[in-house]
């Protein structure tokens, strides 16, 4: 049976949620002008899932209508789950809404979910706005080891220079996957400093992380 605008219409207007989990897949197969009018109803679904399905594919269909989009998921972020607010996130970063840096600084600073923080922080590299660099120097300090590992990432793709010592200290962190991400930062950052302390990671005791260090070098060199 093919997949139409009639047939996805009437799973997403079903009274059973899976029906309309089932709507929401189907509109990938649609025009993404259709697809992005269709899933507008469910990002305020009743259902969790189902708002957190739809909010999760505006990455994608938010091009359509930005303005309209931004709008949606700054309205998401309010959202009573976090799974919805950290998709709202997801979306507002890959879409590179940049109006939104304000809000997203105020939801990290408010929420106690670590999942919300850790999308957060996670998109603000991918936004790519300067203003991120305070958020992100106070979520290197954080006690929840994803949104430290996530914000060292953030700041190698920010691109900031300022960022190089405050990421040299997490080159001795006795968990290899952080040393892994300041690796891989201060490869995007760049500098003296930089290089002098991929030099010293190129002999990590971990082979993974010394690889990276390695490869960093020969492709800077």
């Known amino acids: 049976m093919s997949v139409t605008r009639e047939s996805v219409q009437q799973l ?10 089932s709507g929401l897949n189907q509109l990938r197969q649609l025009e993404p002008s259709v697809a992005f009018e269709l899933i507008v109803p469910l990002l305020t679904d009743s259902n969790t899932r189902v708002r957190y399905a739809a909010v999760s594919q505006m990455d994608t269909l938010g091009h359509q209508d930005l ?3 931004l709008v949606m998921l700054r309205e998401r972020l309010k959202d ?8 709202a996130a997801d979306a507002l ?4 809404l940049t109006e939104a ?13 670590w999942l919300v923080k850790f ?5 603000l590299g991918e936004l790519g706005d300067p203003r991120s660099f305070e958020l992100l120097t106070e979520a290197l300090n954080s ?11 953030s700041l190698g793709e920010l691109g900031d220079a300022r960022a190089v010592p405050l990421l040299v200290p997490f080159a001795t962190d006795s968990d290899w996957q952080i040393r892994y991400r300041v690796v891989q930062a201060l490869s995007r950052l760049g500098g003296t400093q930089a290089r002098s302390t991929l030099e010293i990671l190129s002999h990590d005791s971990f082979e993974q992380v010394a690889k990276e260090a390695q490869a960093s070098l020969k492709s800077a060199s």
Do not use: H, P
């Open 101 to 113: 840096f304000e809000d997203l600084q105020q939801l990290y600073n408010q929420t106690s979910e």
């Open 80 to 87: 009573s789950e976090a799974d919805v607010q950290a998709a």
């Open 93 to 96: 970063g890959g879409l590179k």
């Open 119 to 123: 999308s957060i922080v996670a998109v």
């Open 67 to 69: 303005k309209e989009t």
């Open 143 to 153: 006690d929840i080891e994803l949104v430290k590992s996530s914000a060292i990432s």
């Open 12 to 21: 997403l207007s079903s009274e059973d949620y899976g029906k309309r989990l």
